[in-house]
């Protein structure tokens, strides 16, 4: 559905853990993006890569951490450094107009 | 960076009224002006969008505008109907160099 994929879809992660959110793309963009999203807000960038092995922090990248091994794939870590982890993250590849994953929805607890 | 912004942040309309975003950027590099729709829950999807070589597009009941000299995008809505209520942002674009949306506008349809 839409060839971009996240999962999973909710997660639940307790205080002090690391956790990793996957996103997988088979649209052959090179261009790829995270962004946070919290109740009733607009979509902050987190991370974005134009390209394997190269990525650029976005405007909250504190606490976050990815990487770029893949064309197809750009995952990303919820760090332990991240003060309010909880909230809607999308992932989204582009040529021209950006295509959205479902969204992972992560609780700490 | 590309400082965006939208107006206004919150708009009420009569089922069968027409709507109107305006998406204000600093970017005079941008030349690609999309504007996407988010449904309670779901990931924003493209509704419409345009070039910088084009000032004008139009799809059934909704079309864009450009200023690019003044740095401005419109999304025009009209015969609102309540299926069209949702968050509405604009995120323009330089060839994907940073994909920034702007603040997202709420749009509900009353009937």
């Known amino acids: 559905d839409g060839g971009i994929t996240q999962s999973p879809k909710y997660l639940f992660r307790k205080e002090g853990q690391n956790v990793t959110l996957s996103c997988e793309q088979n649209?052959?963009?090179?261009?790829m993006y995270w962004y946070r999203q919290d109740p009733g807000q607009g979509l902050r960038l987190i991370y974005y890569s134009q390209i394997v092995n190269d990525f650029q922090k976005g405007d909250i990248a504190e606490g976050y951490s990815v990487s770029r091994e893949k064309k197809e794939s750009f995952p990303l870590t919820v760090t332990s450094a991240q003060k309010n982890p909880t909230a809607f993250y999308l992932c989204?590849?582009?040529?021209?107009?950006?295509?959205f994953g479902q969204g992972t929805r992560l609780t700490v607890v | 960076g590309e400082n965006v912004e939208q107006h206004p942040s919150t708009l009420s309309v009569q089922e069968g009224d027409s709507a109107v975003i305006k998406c204000t950027y600093s970017?005079?590099?941008?030349?690609?002006f999309p504007w996407y729709k988010q449904e309670l829950g779901k990931r924003p999807q493209l509704i419409i969008d345009i070039r910088s070589n084009v000032g004008e597009k139009k799809d059934q009941r909704i079309a864009v505008t450009l200023n690019k000299t003044a740095k401005h995008f419109s999304l025009h809505i009209t015969e609102t109907q309540p299926e069209d209520s949702a968050v509405y942002f604009c995120a323009p674009d330089n060839y994907g160099q940073n994909f920034v949306f702007g603040p997202g506008t709420r749009l509900s349809v009353l009937p």
């Open positions: 649209l052959n963009h090179d261009a």
């Open positions: 970017d005079s590099a941008s030349n690609y």
């Open positions: 989204a590849s582009s040529n021209t107009e950006a295509f």
